[in-house]
């Protein structure tokens, strides 16, 4: 059972910069591909950002292209979104997830594609 294990989350100011960690517990591997997906109460869930354990090829959604960095370290077993010159529209529970073993690129923005999530983590914005 993969369990992930987020931080990072809290309150900054428009044009500000935060960093969201992911480590998966109870799966010492780095076969594992990870997205990161945010969730507004009242939107549907987006998909922000992923990455491709066996390439380390990025993904990103269109509204955060160019802000957004997604990357992964290996020695700590740990992914990271960077997220810088945030925006109120930013303001959401992020979610990590995982999935293990084979990963099908063009799936990356699909929540279905990733059997195990985090619990999230608050990021606001204010203006």
């Known amino acids: 059972q993969v369990q992930l294990v987020e931080s990072g989350g809290g309150l900054v100011q428009a044009g500000g910069s935060m960093r969201l960690s992911c480590a998966p517990s109870g799966y010492t591997s780095s076969t594992y591909s990870m997205g990161w997906f945010r969730q507004d109460p009242g939107k549907e869930r987006e998909f922000v950002a992923a990455?491709?354990?066996?390439?380390?090829?990025?993904y990103y959604g269109d509204s955060v292209k160019g802000r957004f960095t997604i990357s992964r370290d290996n020695a700590k077993n740990t992914v990271y979104l960077q997220m810088n010159t945030l925006k109120p529209e930013d303001t959401a529970v992020y979610y990590c997830a995982a999935a293990t073993g084979y990963f099908i690129a063009s799936n990356h923005y699909r929540s279905t594609t990733y059997p195990y999530w985090g619990q999230g983590t608050q990021v606001t914005v204010s203006s």
């Open positions: 990455i491709r354990w066996s390439d380390g090829n990025t």
